[in-house]
């Protein structure tokens, strides 16, 4: 007797993690597949190429004369660079060109939350700049192994510390991409900010006004370096810079510790996506 089979179709309703995974993926093929990327790349390659072959070449004594000392000058004074310059070349358009380009026009009119398609894009954005990183990363641990035969279990910390600024670097690229509608603004805003506004800002609050600077992202930003160092630097201190006609002035450095440094980049990460998403969820496409 034959029987017949039945097959029941089952449909498959997508959700916003479905909606997130999907924006993810076609978001990094695109930056994988922009000329940016391969720009980035290269830039990152000729910074590790120009430092291998300045150490290699001259042989500074601050260099080499100990392993925490080689990746504390060489990792510590150079990454935040490497961090920033990603950030703004893989968050500084993502959510402006959607409204200079007229794409977001057309992307919000699916069935998609706007949440969904922002942390689609803030994840696809995050992974090519973690691709530079570890690249940087990469370098650094070859010549730190021809050097020393080894990698000090500080470098690692210094590394999870630095993911975790990259991640707040682009939360607040993101946020600064969602503020306005052209490309050229965001990021020319961004790369101001990031690389020269709270570096003063931060200068100019320790040294003038003798106030610790712990609301400035930069300032938790330097545990990056800091916990490579030998001893880790304390939280104050005070010197005495000479002047001419025997005068002098009073210079007050502060170190954020480990945990206060978290806080503050952790803080910016949250603040920064939030408010970011926010502002695009209530922006009109024309």
Known sequence: MAQKLKFEEKTIVPNSFYHITIMMLYSFLEYVRSRRFFILLLITIAIGMLLTGVVAYY???????????????????????????????????AISGEFQNKTGYFLVGNPIRRSSIYLG???????????????????????????????????????????????????????????????????????????????????LVANLAHYEPWFIVTYGAQIINNVLMNPYPPSTQTTAAPLPHGQSITVTSYNATVPEGLIIMIGYFIVSLVTGLILFEHKEFN
Do not use: H
């Open 59 to 93: 042989r500074p004594q601050s260099f080499l004369v100990s392993e925490q000392s080689f990746y504390a000058n060489w990792w510590g004074e150079t990454v935040t660079f490497i961090i920033i310059l990603s950030a703004v070349f893989f968050g500084g358009d």
């Open 121 to 203: 894009k803030f994840l696809a954005a995050f992974c090519g700049a973690l691709i530079m990183l570890l690249v940087f990363t990469a370098m650094t641990i070859g010549n730190g192994l021809y050097y020393f035969g080894g990698v000090t279990n500080l470098f690692w910390e210094s590394l999870s510390f630095s993911v975790l600024y990259l991640a707040t670097a682009i939360g607040m690229t993101f946020f600064f991409s969602s503020i306005f509608k052209t490309n050229s603004t965001a990021i020319v805003v961004t790369i101001i900010l990031m690389l020269f506004v709270f570096s003063l800002m931060q200068s």
